[in-house]
Structure formats: C-alpha cells, structure tokens
C-alpha cells in the first residue's frame, strides 16, 4: 500500500517562531488533508489540498503532487497550535484516508 | 464542532465483553468512515459506508468488528469477545459534501479493555 512519511517527528519551539512540517508519499495521490490533533484528541482538519497553495491564517500549506510531498507552515506560533500534525492521502475519491505518523509539536510560551 | 457525534466518548470494560458504539454523521451524507487509533499512531482506516452499502473493509477489521448502517444514516461498531488489543480511540468521519473533499471527524470512543 501507499507510504506516507512525516518529518520531523518531534518538534519544539517558542512562542512566535516559524515552522514546516513535511509529508512525503510514495504514489500518486487523489487528494491530500492536514489534520491537526488536539491534546483532547479531537482532529481538526485543517486543509485539503490535492495541489497548489492555500492558506488559512498563520498557516498555510502547499502540494507538489508532481514530486509527492506537501508542506504545512506554521507562522508565529502559539501555544494553542500545540499538538500532533497529521496529513493523510487519498488514492481515489471516496476511498479511505491514509495516515502519516504525526508530527507532535509543543509550542512553549 | 465538526456535526460529527459519536456515543460513548468513553468505555472501560472487562477482556471477553461486547461493545457496541455509535456514530451520528453530518446529516444526509452518504459516506461515513470508521477508523481506530492506537497511542502514538495515526488514525488507521476501517471499514466505510456509503448509504447503508458497507464498501471496503480493512484486514484489520476480524470477525469479531462487525459495522453496521441501517437506512443509511447512523453506525454501530460493534466488538464481540474484546480483547486488552482492542483498547483504542475508535473514530467515525464523515465528509464535508455528497461529492466527498475534506473529512470531519467526530470526538471518538476511547475503548480501554482490563
């Protein structure tokens, strides 16, 4: 089945700073989702993003499905964006959702 | 609020019991999914439906998952005979429209099996 590989795993930052958090995937993919799990558990989608750019906020997330990875930047980081940062794919529509394993990130005040 | 709600948000049982939880997706869409997510992991797909047809079931799903969606609206999961490997967030999503694009996910059911 498809790979979907997140880096980095863990990351840690202070309040205010910058980051990008990258998934990358082993087939051509239908779409492309970024998730984010709060330390409740609850998943929040975030984007859905089969290619291109968009942005919503402090982040904003870009697809390369030519050369299958996609990048979610987080600006100005806050401690509510604290969690795991999850993407997932989609071979064709309306199938399942596979998942990366997360990138955890504690944003310090 | 993703309009995602699932019953219980939590259940602690005793190794050889059954469950059964539930899943009330967005109103009126057609697909809903269920998948589990163990510590650490991210969440791993299921079984999902589309109306009351169940359309693909992973190997993960033993013969003691059974999934149901009567009149194609709520889901049960239910788990005969559990077991300590079963304790798990178990989550029902459901998609933004009739045509699919972003997933919703509702709380989940936290299994925790003794």
């Known amino acids: 089945g498809i790979q979907v590989e997140q880096s980095p795993p863990d990351l840690i930052l202070q309040e205010g700073a910058n980051s990008t958090l990258r998934c990358n995937f082993s087939?051509?993919?239908?779409?492309l989702q970024w998730f984010h799990q709060n330390p409740w558990g609850q998943l929040i989608n975030l984007f859905y993003?089969?290619?291109g750019t968009k942005q919503n906020g402090r982040l904003s997330a870009t697809t390369v499905a030519t050369e299958r990875y996609s990048l979610l930047y987080i600006s100005s980081s806050q401690t509510t964006d604290s969690g795991v940062y999850f993407c997932?794919?989609?071979?064709?529509?309306?199938?399942?959702?596979?998942f990366g394993q997360g990138t955890i990130l504690t944003v310090h005040p | 609020d993703t309009g995602v709600s699932q019953d219980p948000r939590h259940k602690i049982t005793k190794r050889g019991q059954n469950v059964t939880f539930r899943c009330d997706p967005i109103?009126?869409?057609?697909?809903l999914y269920w998948y589990r997510q163990t510590l650490g992991q991210g969440p791993e797909f299921l079984t999902y439906?589309?109306?009351?047809?169940?359309?693909?079931k992973s190997r993960l799903l033993s013969d003691r998952f059974s999934a149901e969606r009567p009149k194609g609206s709520f889901s049960t999961l239910e788990i005969q005979r559990t077991e300590q490997g079963d304790s798990a967030m178990y989550l029902c999503?459901?998609?933004?429209?009739?045509?699919?694009?972003?997933?919703?996910f509702g709380p989940g059911t936290r299994l925790t099996v003794l």
């Open positions: 999503a459901s998609p933004q429209s009739w045509i699919g694009g972003r997933l919703f």
């Open positions: 109103s009126e869409h057609n697909r």
């Open positions: 997932a794919v989609e071979l064709f529509s309306g199938g399942k959702l596979t």
């Open positions: 993003i089969p290619s």
């Open positions: 439906f589309q109306n009351e047809a169940q359309l693909e």
């Open positions: 087939d051509s993919v239908n779409n």
